[in-house]
């Protein structure tokens, strides 16, 4: 998996990973660091398995590597991190050699990972990608532990509240 190890040692991911640890080193809520991003793809790999998605293991990686790495520009000018890090993606998987469509699935991903997809099941591809997403980084999150709970903006819906996930 040469390109994801572009990725992390692209010197743009490399800042805005230090960045993102900067701005968040007293935020009580959940961080959006390399643990976030790590068990994101773990648990997109896990449901690409159980439901067979067939997606690669690189593109799972690569996607929720880069999903949220628009958040220094979201504290720094109040703009939307999935909008912001679907530029920075662009910017890094062009630089890390991939193709444009695998490019186009993994920025569809991250500019749509806040908002669930309708219609499971009938999706295409690229939709299928972005509701693993969506689903992995809810998930990924420990709300029934967590301590900043009664203060997070995070409306119940969208909470994990089970440890069985
Ligand atoms: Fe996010
Ligand atoms: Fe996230």
Not at 5 to 15: A, E, K, N, R, V
Not at 26 to 43: M, W
Request: charged share 30%; hydrophobic share 35%.
């Amino acid at each position: 998996m040469e390109r994801l190890d572009q990725i992390f040692h692209h010197p743009l991911y490399q800042s805005l990973l230090r960045k993102i640890e900067e701005y968040e080193v007293h935020r009580p809520f959940c961080l959006h660091d390399l643990n976030h991003f790590l068990d994101t793809a773990r648990i997109m790999w896990i449901l690409n398995l159980e439901e067979k998605k067939g997606f690669e293991k690189e593109m799972i990686y690569a996607t929720a590597l880069l999903h949220d790495l628009g958040r220094a520009a979201q504290y720094e000018h109040e703009i939307s991190h999935e909008l912001a890090g679907k530029e920075i993606a662009l910017k890094i998987l062009g630089d890390c050699g991939f193709l444009e469509e695998e490019i186009d699935w993994i920025c569809y991903a991250i500019s749509s990972h806040r908002k669930p997809i309708e219609g499971e099941g009938t999706e295409s591809p690229k939709e299928e990608l972005a509701f693993l997403l969506y689903r992995a980084d809810k998930i990924s999150r420990k709300c029934y532990a967590c301590k900043a709970a009664k203060d997070c903006y995070w409306p119940m819906e969208k909470r994990n509240l089970t440890i069985e996930n």
